[in-house]
Protein backbone atom coordinates (compact mmCIF):
# COMPACT_ATOMS: atom_id res chain seq x y z
CA UNK A 1 0.00 0.00 0.00
CA UNK A 2 3.14 2.85 1.05
CA UNK A 3 4.33 2.27 -2.98
CA UNK A 4 1.22 2.92 -4.12
CA UNK A 5 0.68 6.00 -2.12
CA UNK A 6 4.07 7.28 -2.67
CA UNK A 7 3.46 6.81 -6.58
CA UNK A 8 -0.02 8.91 -6.23
CA UNK A 9 1.83 11.06 -4.39
CA UNK A 10 4.80 12.03 -7.10
CA UNK A 11 2.36 12.27 -9.84
CA UNK A 12 0.08 14.25 -7.87
CA UNK A 13 2.76 16.97 -7.83
CA UNK A 14 4.17 16.12 -10.90
CA UNK A 15 4.39 19.13 -13.66
CA UNK A 16 1.23 21.38 -14.67
CA UNK A 17 -0.82 20.20 -17.55
CA UNK A 18 -3.23 22.82 -18.78
CA UNK A 19 -7.07 21.79 -18.50
CA UNK A 20 -8.32 24.45 -21.02
CA UNK A 21 -10.09 22.15 -23.40
CA UNK A 22 -11.62 20.34 -20.50
CA UNK A 23 -15.21 21.05 -19.16
CA UNK A 24 -14.69 20.28 -15.85
CA UNK A 25 -11.69 20.83 -13.24
CA UNK A 26 -11.57 20.96 -9.40
CA UNK A 27 -10.82 23.87 -7.65
CA UNK A 28 -6.98 24.76 -7.66
CA UNK A 29 -5.55 21.87 -9.44
CA UNK A 30 -4.25 21.16 -12.78
CA UNK A 31 -6.87 18.54 -14.61
CA UNK A 32 -4.44 15.57 -13.92
CA UNK A 33 -4.12 15.97 -10.74
CA UNK A 34 -7.95 16.51 -10.72
CA UNK A 35 -8.51 13.52 -12.55
CA UNK A 36 -5.67 11.72 -9.61
CA UNK A 37 -7.48 12.82 -6.66
CA UNK A 38 -10.88 11.64 -8.63
CA UNK A 39 -9.51 8.25 -9.04
CA UNK A 40 -8.91 8.81 -5.03
CA UNK A 41 -12.28 9.13 -4.52
CA UNK A 42 -13.26 6.33 -6.79
CA UNK A 43 -10.88 3.55 -3.92
CA UNK A 44 -12.48 5.05 -1.20
CA UNK A 45 -16.28 4.79 -2.19
CA UNK A 46 -14.89 0.98 -3.19
CA UNK A 47 -13.12 0.27 0.02
CA UNK A 48 -15.96 1.96 2.32
CA UNK A 49 -18.71 -0.12 -0.10
CA UNK A 50 -16.40 -2.90 0.51
CA UNK A 51 -16.24 -2.24 4.47
CA UNK A 52 -20.50 -1.82 4.68
CA UNK A 53 -20.81 -4.98 3.03
CA UNK A 54 -18.63 -7.12 5.11
CA UNK A 55 -20.12 -5.54 7.96
CA UNK A 56 -23.79 -6.52 6.99
CA UNK A 57 -24.35 -2.93 6.48
CA UNK A 58 -26.46 -0.76 4.11
CA UNK A 59 -24.43 -0.14 1.22
CA UNK A 60 -23.17 3.05 -0.62
CA UNK A 61 -24.31 1.64 -3.55
CA UNK A 62 -24.57 -1.53 -5.23
CA UNK A 63 -22.88 -2.02 -9.12
CA UNK A 64 -22.98 -5.02 -10.59
CA UNK A 65 -19.95 -6.81 -10.64
CA UNK A 66 -19.14 -6.10 -14.49
CA UNK A 67 -19.27 -2.26 -13.61
CA UNK A 68 -15.81 -1.04 -12.65
CA UNK A 69 -16.39 2.24 -10.54
CA UNK A 70 -12.66 3.21 -11.67
CA UNK A 71 -11.14 7.39 -11.53
CA UNK A 72 -12.49 7.64 -15.17
CA UNK A 73 -15.84 6.47 -14.50
CA UNK A 74 -16.47 8.55 -12.13
CA UNK A 75 -14.91 11.95 -13.63
CA UNK A 76 -17.59 11.12 -16.72
CA UNK A 77 -20.53 10.57 -14.24
CA UNK A 78 -19.27 14.10 -12.78
CA UNK A 79 -18.17 15.72 -16.09
CA UNK A 80 -21.84 15.12 -17.50
CA UNK A 81 -23.28 17.07 -14.47
CA UNK A 82 -20.92 19.61 -13.66
CA UNK A 83 -19.35 21.96 -16.07
CA UNK A 84 -16.42 24.56 -15.04
CA UNK A 85 -14.50 24.70 -11.95
CA UNK A 86 -15.79 23.07 -8.22
CA UNK A 87 -14.20 21.83 -5.00
CA UNK A 88 -13.44 18.11 -4.53
CA UNK A 89 -16.57 17.98 -2.11
CA UNK A 90 -18.72 19.11 -4.59
CA UNK A 91 -17.06 17.07 -7.35
CA UNK A 92 -17.27 13.52 -5.07
CA UNK A 93 -20.78 14.48 -3.68
CA UNK A 94 -22.14 14.60 -7.11
CA UNK A 95 -20.23 11.20 -8.11
CA UNK A 96 -21.64 9.45 -5.13
CA UNK A 97 -25.64 10.70 -5.41
CA UNK A 98 -24.76 9.50 -9.26
CA UNK A 99 -23.93 6.46 -8.17
CA UNK A 100 -26.30 5.66 -5.87
CA UNK A 101 -29.22 7.00 -8.23
CA UNK A 102 -27.76 4.73 -11.23
CA UNK A 103 -27.33 1.56 -8.99
CA UNK A 104 -29.78 1.65 -6.19
CA UNK A 105 -29.21 -1.26 -3.52
Given amino acids: MKPFIIALLVALFSGPISAQDEPLSVEGLTQRNAR ?3 TGVAFGFGAYDDELASAERARLYCAPEEVNISGNYLWELADSEL ?6 ATVAATVLQRLRTRFPC
Wanted: charged content about 20%; overall charge negative; cysteine-free.
Fill in 83 to 88: DGVHDL
Fill in 36 to 38: LLV
